[in-house]
């Protein structure tokens, strides 16, 4: 399979959008066809179709999806309303809409070869639904979604680590606010311990994945928060067999 599969993941406000653009703009450098799977899903209320992909070097990807399922997971069940989605129905939907994209697209695009830069994953559920609701770690992993995206880990795993308080902070002061359940800072120091544990780090090292720390907290600026990103990937990339 893909090594060239780098997945960012940490709190909300923790500079994933920023590390995955930044990888976007390394692939526009080496001029590289580029299928940005966000904005398309935005435009077309749909993935593309598996042989779409063909003519792209590069895809940068997202989870939640930005349609079907991802689009009910964003505007209606994780996001703050009086309805209360259970976890159940909230970790199956997450791995439904994971089942998706991997098989339509994600899986594809490594047996292709493709350099795949996505924000969120499995990760986030292994994180996040345990602290959510009455669910087990077991039970998350024999979802069909979730297992088939832990059997296709991801070659570089990027956690930007951030305070809780910073990430509040942040998240107060953006423009347009995501309204999701998990926006509490007493969520957000529970989920932070679990991205900082060695069980989490271990579980992904041992289906393939070299997982990095990357501190983002300030004053550390976005820009700094790039050039640290696309010097992790350049590093990293190096050490992988030239691509034919």
Known sequence: MNSRFVMVDGLDGSGKGTIVNALKRWAEEKQLSILDLREYAKQNNKLPETDEIAQYDAIISAEMTHCWIGRALRDEIVRKNSRNYSIESTAQA?????????????????????????????????????????????ELMKL????????????????????????????????KKDQAIFEEINFQRKIEERYKSQWLKKMFENYGSKVIYLDTSPPKTPEETESDAVKIWEEYLAQLPKKP
């Open 94 to 138: 997450f791995s439904l809409d994971r089942e998706i994209l991997y098989k339509r697209i994600i899986i594809p695009a490594m047996k292709q070869g493709k350099y795949i830069f996505q924000e969120r994953g499995v990760i986030s559920s292994v994180v996040y639904q345990p602290v959510q609701g009455r669910i087990q770690l077991s």
């Open 144 to 175: 069909a979604g979730n297992r088939l995206a832990i059997q296709n880990a991801p070659g570089l795993l990027i956690i930007p680590l951030v305070s809780p308080e910073a990430v509040m902070r942040r998240l107060e002061n953006r423009e």
